[in-house]
């Protein structure tokens, strides 16, 4: 395995799941951190021109790195916002969906309660029996900052502690710059052609993280990548150990009898936000409980094999929190909660117990 921290020489432009073409829409926003998918796309690019692979030989790049479908055993996990402070990178993650202010400058947060319904709560279809809570008085029109340090995030999971979220600002900052088409044998402007573009700056001490677990054990171990919209560049490094902090992802053993799931990446569900079955993922029973979730991403890309569009579909977004229940004896079945693109890093998950308020 090698985690690999990647900082940027320039502005960045990773584009949501939304079409961005000439005559049909003049503005393109950015979904920052990128998905796992663009991610993927960003290091198999890499290593392609690491064992000097043409980007136009199909048929090379098929048997080298496979395609999203066949990712010929890459597994990776992120990417995740990163800060480097006194020699060591720090991830920094979504603020989990359940936190709520404890303060009207929402400068800290704590988990909400989980409260019986006595009406049940029926969404989607589905009847929730618990419903999430204010845990205090406080009404404000203040938001949290989107981001939690790994121990914040830890110490609000398992302990339910407050903790002070960062708002992404801190971290990396948007520029909006004006383009328009130019007609090369006029050598002007083409009329209705104004576009508007959304690039990311990451601060000064800000990266990505993003960790290859398994596959391409000769990828160089630092270099400058293309990444992204244009091309931009990310200068990247393998951190070495002392550099990081591990992290616990999913969980070993039998769970708790009341656990919650915390999703770090986006997940993607045939149903939207859940599964077709929540079983395919443990090991017995489980029963749902309640759930916070923020509004779906759309995500998509672009097929550099197939040069086509790929079709955008709706994700869970990171940050996502669904409470769980089981009678016991129940372990996941596999570490990675989602039904498509584990192994490029989608539906990786923390979990910690919860306790009804009425239990």
């Given at each position: ?9 320039d502005v ?5 799941g939304r079409?961005?073409n000439?005559?049909?829409?003049h ?7 990128p ?11 890499h ?11 199909s048929?090379?790049i098929q048997a080298?790195v496979g ?6 055993g890459?597994r990776l996990?992120?990417p995740f916002?990163a800060?480097?402070?006194n ?12 936190a ?5 400058k929402?400068e ?5 309660k989980a ?8 969404w989607?279809?589905a ?8 845990p205090n008085?406080?009404?404000?029109k ?6 939690l340090?790994?121990k914040?995030?830890?110490e ?5 502690r407050?903790?002070?979220p960062?708002k992404?600002t801190?971290?990396?900052v ?5 383009g328009?088409?130019?007609?090369p044998?006029?050598l ?5 052609m104004l576009?508007?573009?959304e690039?990311i ?6 990266g ?7 596959g391409?054990?000769d990828?160089?171990?630092q270099g400058?990548?293309r990444?992204g919209g244009?091309?931009?560049?990310l ?8 550099e ?26 045939s149903?939207g936000?859940k599964p077709a ?5 443990f090991t ?9 979730l923020s509004?779906?991403q759309?995500?998509?890309?672009y ?5 086509e ?15 769980f229940?089981?009678?016991?004896g ?5 570490q ?6 584990a192994?490029?890093?989608f ?12 239990a």
């Amino acid at each position: 395995m090698s985690i690999l921290f990647m900082q940027a020489e320039d502005v960045l432009l990773f584009r949501d799941g939304r079409p961005f073409n000439a005559k049909s829409d003049h503005e393109a926003r950015s979904l920052f951190p990128p998905p796992p998918s663009v991610m993927q796309g960003v290091l198999r690019s890499h290593y392609l021109a690491h064992k000097n692979i043409s980007l136009n030989d199909s048929q090379a790049i098929q048997a080298l790195v496979g395609d999203s479908a066949n990712p010929k055993g890459l597994r990776l996990r992120g990417p995740f916002l990163a800060w480097r402070e006194n020699g060591r990178v720090v991830r920094y993650l979504p603020t989990p969906a359940d936190a709520y202010p404890v303060d009207e400058k929402a400068e800290r947060v704590v988990p909400m309660k989980a409260a019986k319904n006595p009406g049940g709560c029926v969404w989607d279809g589905a009847t929730l029996p618990y419903l999430l809570q204010r845990p205090n008085n406080i009404i404000t029109k203040s938001a949290p900052g989107e981001y939690l340090s790994e121990k914040a995030l830890l110490e609000y999971l398992e302990q339910g502690r407050e903790v002070a979220p960062v708002k992404a600002t801190d971290l990396y900052v948007t520029e909006r710059r004006l383009g328009i088409q130019t007609d090369p044998q006029r050598l002007s402007t083409v009329e209705g052609m104004l576009y508007e573009v959304e690039f990311i700056r990451l601060r000064e001490d800000a990266g990505l993280v993003v960790e290859i677990l398994e596959g391409y054990p000769d990828f160089p171990p630092q270099g400058v990548m293309r990444a992204g919209g244009e091309g931009r560049a990310l200068r990247y490094t393998t951190l070495k150990e002392g550099e990081f902090t591990p992290l616990s992802w999913g969980y070993t053993g039998e769970l708790p009898r009341f656990f919650k799931v915390y999703f770090a990446t986006p997940a993607y569900f045939s149903q939207g936000w859940k599964p077709a079955s929540w079983q395919a993922f443990f090991t017995g029973e489980v029963r749902l409980e309640a759930v916070a979730l923020s509004r779906y991403q759309v995500l998509g890309g672009y097929d550099l094999l197939k040069k086509e569009q790929k079709p955008a579909r709706r994700f869970v977004p990171a940050g996502s929190v669904y409470y769980f229940s089981h009678a016991g004896g129940v372990q996941l079945s596999q570490q990675v909660i989602t039904e498509d693109g584990a192994a490029l890093g989608f539906g990786q998950v923390m979990i910690a117990s919860w306790k009804p308020e009425s239990a």
